[in-house]
């Protein structure tokens, strides 16, 4: 079982950067697949950037070169630096575990304005 807390999330003005983070509890972080997602009001989750139990990244396209996800086993925690955010990156951003079973946060709300 592993439970998932996000923080970070606030309001921003456009071009502004926030660092999200996300507690897991449990000793086998390490060995995780980790995951941040957000979703718009109306519109479906989308993948925004992933790291793999090994450090290796994915960022979805409509974020690369902005975002960057990092992890650190020690603490328990992976992070998303967004930078040069954007009002179309409004969303709840949510962090997902997965190993055999997904495990899921509560989200955090980011709101980029104009």
């Known amino acids: 079982q592993v439970q998932l807390v996000e923080s970070g999330g606030g309001l921003v003005q456009a071009g502004g950067s926030l660092r999200l983070s996300c507690a897991a509890s449990?000793?086998?972080?390490?060995?995780?697949?980790m995951t941040w997602y957000r979703q718009a009001p109306g519109k479906e989750r989308e993948l925004v950037a992933v790291?793999?139990?090994?450090?290796?990244?994915h960022v979805a396209n409509s974020v690369k070169g902005r975002f960057t996800i990092s992890r650190d086993n020690a603490k328990n925690t992976v992070y998303l630096q967004m930078n040069s955010l954007k009002p179309e990156d409004t969303a709840v951003y949510y962090c997902?575990?997965?190993?055999?079973?997904?495990?899921w946060g509560q989200g955090t709300q980011v709101t980029v304005s104009s």
């Open positions: 997902n575990a997965r190993l055999v079973d997904d495990y």
């Open positions: 449990g000793r086998t972080f390490s060995n995780y697949g």
């Open positions: 790291i793999s139990a090994g450090g290796s990244t």
